[in-house]
Nanobody, 129 residues
Framework: DVQLQASGGGLVQAGGSLRLSCVAS????????VGWFRQAPGKEHEGISC????????YYPDSVKGRFTIWSDNAKNTVYLQMNGLKPEDTAVYYC??????????????????????WGQGTQVTVSS
């Protein structure tokens, strides 16, 4: 089975940085897009980044573009999300996820979130003002 283990969340001040890690097992990165969703209090899941293992394509919505960077270390079966210039509105539970659809499909279309193939546990990111 596909397993995703997320870590790296924490409490930072506005303008600070965090690096999230997602260790994957049970599937090949070549066959999946792997990335991150977040869920703020009272809001639906928002796709914030993904990377396609096969095409190496990346996706970022406007809300994080220029601040967040995703990359993978295949030797460690790990995907990372570097988050810089954090804002209070970035406060949310961040979930690592994997899906066989092209990177940006499930992440950019709220109607497809429910069909994401695999989810990791959430890691809390809190950004103070």
């Amino acid at each position: 089975d596909v397993q995703l283990q997320a870590s790296g969340g924490g409490l930072v001040q506005a303008g600070g940085s965090l690096r999230l890690s997602c260790v994957a097992s049970g599937f090949s990165f070549d066959d999946y897009a792997v990335g991150w969703f977040r869920q703020a209090p009272g809001k639906e899941h928002e796709g914030i980044s993904c990377i396609s293992g096969r095409e190496r394509n990346k996706y970022y919505p406007d809300s994080v573009k220029g601040r967040f960077t995703i990359w993978s270390d295949n030797a460690k079966n790990t995907v990372y999300l570097q988050m810089n210039g954090l804002k209070p509105e970035d406060t949310a539970v961040y979930y690592c996820a994997a899906d066989p659809l092209p990177c940006g499909s499930s992440w950019s279309n709220p109607l497809l979130v429910k069909y994401v193939a695999a989810w990791g546990q959430g890691t809390q990111v809190t950004v103070s003002s």
